[in-house]
């Protein structure tokens, strides 16, 4: 485990290891600031002239510089938005394996979260961790008889395994975030192109998965959540958490069984049908993406097993992502748009969502995409690789100014390890044979009225708290209104425009009005079984569609 150090030690070691794999010559590439450059001359010097291409470099002082740098340049590999191809692709070669500390210092660690209910709980702790890496490591364990759970398989078990924070971590990070923040600081406000892709914010988001990493309560919540979600699916299995055994420092959860996915030859050896894996996984992918809104972000091989019923098995919840319902209905018109090589609508998916600035030219956003994907379509679809078509997508968009998305990021991550691993299993999988239809089901339910109503059904609660205020909002909008009506006198506006905003003013009055009158027959008990009470839900539900209506239209 990396010593800690004081900021300024820190400061030096980290100028030593740039310096030893020549990467001042990368910062001289930004385009920074003259005074950033003068800075980075006179702190680095001459980067000496070395053999190996700029990625290794990379990849190699990270490793110098320790774990917590390690997991970033991981996270980095992630980010085609903001490294060009090259380096991403060697940084995913980061390798976050570390010398495992030793049993005692586990051991005390797991003693000291039970006290003295260990002896209660636990029939045994293996010494020797399964598996060891920077933040955390793992430990067999068995459970004292009557503490099993019913588990994989609907088979009582006891076998579980023991995650445990390692010691002094949190305090390893927080120095190194501290130097991280100081660059990226530093870098978003020399760089040129440092308001587009705000390493603050990167730096920032980083921050928030490793410490959501610290708390191990976290990654048990995140692991619980996703059972719920594939609690009856046959396509993927998550082990159970002991959640009355679970600390912050400590996690205990079911011990599973399974072949790794990596291990191709054994797979096909016990009759599994890798076709089927294959496209399990896609699925597995898009329902936790649409349905779940709640995704794996870490579906590496080493997090992957196949069960003896040949059924997915997934660990390691620590990094987890989410889209808010914005994000979902434009993710889904820009893939469809894709998948139908209708450029358009990935432009206006992209504009609508405010992905890139609202000032960017379609035509030629759409002819950049379109210089893009059309060679890869030439292609047999079997070879196409959808994830990496993504990956080029945004190094496309890069140019156009397109701010960093991390929630699309890494979901687009997370779909090019999916496929990846599919690919791995059966060579010809064709991801179009299994996203295209779900995309095309799914947009047909959210446009539906079925789909309307469920989302009607959903905002309610919190539409009906508003209800009671709308009379004085309606009061408020109507004296706004006529100053606006003025303002626009005074000033010449057109006639069309001022149109435009006695539309917009009276479909914002009804909305209010019709909120108001489902709020007043709520509100008087005499009134609720008058013939037109039933329809009051409804009447609300229009003068929330009216709402929506008002905010799209702008005079």
Not at 312 to 333: C, P, V
Not at 428 to 446: I, R, S, Y
């Amino acid at each position: 485990m990396q010593k800690i150090s004081s900021p300024i030690a820190r400061l030096w070691q980290i100028r030593r290891v740039v310096k030893k794999y020549g990467l001042a010559s990368l910062l001289n590439e930004l385009n920074l600031t003259k005074p950033a450059r003068l800075a980075v001359r006179a702190t680095l010097g001459r980067s000496p002239e070395l053999a190996d291409p700029r990625g290794i470099r990379i990849r190699q002082a990270l490793e110098e510089l320790g774990p917590v740098f390690v997991k970033l340049g991981q996270t980095l590999s992630t980010r085609p938005d903001l490294l060009p191809p090259d380096i991403a692709i060697e940084l995913t070669k980061l390798q976050d394996q570390v010398p495992a500390f030793p049993a005692e210092q586990s051991m005390d660690i797991i003693r000291r979260a039970y006290g003295d209910e260990f002896d209660a709980i636990f029939e045994s702790v293996e010494q020797q961790p399964l598996a060891s890496a920077s933040v955390a490591q793992v430990h067999a364990a068995t459970l004292k008889e009557g503490l099993s759970i019913v588990g994989q398989n609907g088979v009582s078990n006891r076998n579980v395994i023991i995650k445990v924070l390692r010691p002094g971590i949190e305090a390893v990070i927080e120095s190194d975030l501290k130097v991280m923040y100081t660059f990226a600081g530093l870098l978003q406000k020399h760089w040129s192109r440092g308001k587009q892709f705000r390493p603050l914010d990167v730096i920032k988001e980083y921050d928030h998965t490793i410490h959501g990493e610290l708390d191990l309560r976290v990654e048990a919540a995140n692991g619980a959540r996703m059972g719920a979600n594939f609690e009856d699916s046959d396509l993927i299995y998550v082990p159970r958490i002991y959640w009355d055994f679970t600390k912050r420092n400590v996690l205990v959860m079911e011990r599973i069984y399974g072949t790794s996915i990596r291990e191709i030859a054994l797979l096909k050896e016990k009759g599994y049908s890798m076709k089927s894996l294959g496209e399990d996984g896609v699925e597995t992918f898009f329902k936790q993406a649409f349905e779940d809104n709640f995704f794996h972000a870490d579906m590496h091989a080493g997090n992957i097993f196949v069960s003896d019923a040949g059924k997915w098995i997934a660990i390691d919840f620590g990094i987890m992502g989410t889209l808010d319902e914005q994000d979902k209905q434009y993710l889904g018109q820009m893939l469809l748009g894709f998948f139908n090589r209708d450029y358009a609508t990935i432009v206006q998916a992209h504009l609508r969502a405010g992905w890139v600035p609202a000032d960017t030219n379609a035509i030629e956003f759409e002819q950049a995409i379109r210089v893009v994907c059309e060679p890869i379509f030439a292609k047999p679809i079997s070879e196409i690789s959808f994830g990496n078509v993504l990956m080029q997508l945004f190094q496309t968009v890069r140019r156009f100014e397109m701010p960093v998305q991390p929630q699309l990021v890494l979901l687009y991550k997370t779909l090019l390890n999916i496929e990846g691993l599919g690919r791995q299993l059966y060579p010809d999988l064709n991801l179009w044979d299994t996203a295209k239809p779900f995309l095309e089901n799914w947009m047909k339910q959210q446009l539906s009225p079925k789909g309307l109503i469920e989302e009607l059904q959903r905002e309610w609660p919190q539409m009906r708290a508003l209800l009671p205020e709308l009379p004085m909002l309606l009061k408020a909008t109507i004296e706004r209104q006529k100053e606006e009506q003025k303002e626009r006198q005074r000033n010449g506006l057109t006639s069309s425009v001022a149109e435009a905003s006695s539309l917009q003013t009276k479909l914002g009055m009804a909305a209010t009005v019709l909120g108001t009158f489902h709020s007043i027959i709520s509100q008087h008990p005499s009134l609720a079984d008058a013939p037109f009470a039933s329809a009051g839900p409804w009447v609300a539900g229009v003068g929330v569609i009216l709402v929506l209506l008002t905010r799209q239209k702008s005079p």
